[in-house]
């Protein structure tokens, strides 16, 4: 199996590189949605899930404590910076200066994560050799994720109907993920101010 600290560093590699990617686009373009939509999704599930699976663990340790604080509460400013850029249409000026400055704030997260956390959590925790800790931190992301709506399907007659998930999502995934652009908050706003439009 493949340990908590793999799997961390698989997805902060994935952020990584749909930062950079997003960082290069312009305008309210449809690259820009769908990679900021990748995004946001990804990283708001492995946030919830990574604190459940790993921070947890590290804050149970009194030797832990503050690094896996200070690491939730760096989620909580990023979640806060995404929910801002949520709220600014794509295309509007300032919404590239607010990307940028998420972008800057998360890959210092990330590094600090890795150069610090890990350390740290491989001395209190382990190094996860059963794979364990990866495995809770990939089922929490998969619930974090939520079931997706299917599309539409053709039933006998020629009928066309939207199958609903089953299963609603948690308070938590509501929340976060209610801020992620499907045509959104962000569309309702107009791109120049970034104010509702009229």
Sequence with gaps: MTTIYIK?????????????????????????????????????????????AFYGKLIAGSEAQSEGRRSAAEHEDLGALIRGLNETHFGAPGWMARFRTLKQRDEHHIGEEEGDAFPVARDVTGADESGHTGAGF?????????????????????????VQPAVSRSASDRATHGSCPAGGEADRRDAGSGRPAP
């Design 8 to 52: 961390l560093k698989t997805d902060h590699d994935r952020h990584r590189d749909l930062l950079k990617k997003l960082a290069s686009t312009q305008g309210d373009s449809g690259e820009r949605r769908k990679l900021w939509q990748a995004f946001c999704y990804d990283a708001a599930a492995h946030a919830a899930a990574e604190e459940l």
């Design 138 to 162: 990939a089922s929490h992301k998969k619930e974090e994720r939520g079931p997706r709506p299917r599309k539409s399907r053709k039933r006998a007659g020629g009928l066309t109907r939207t």
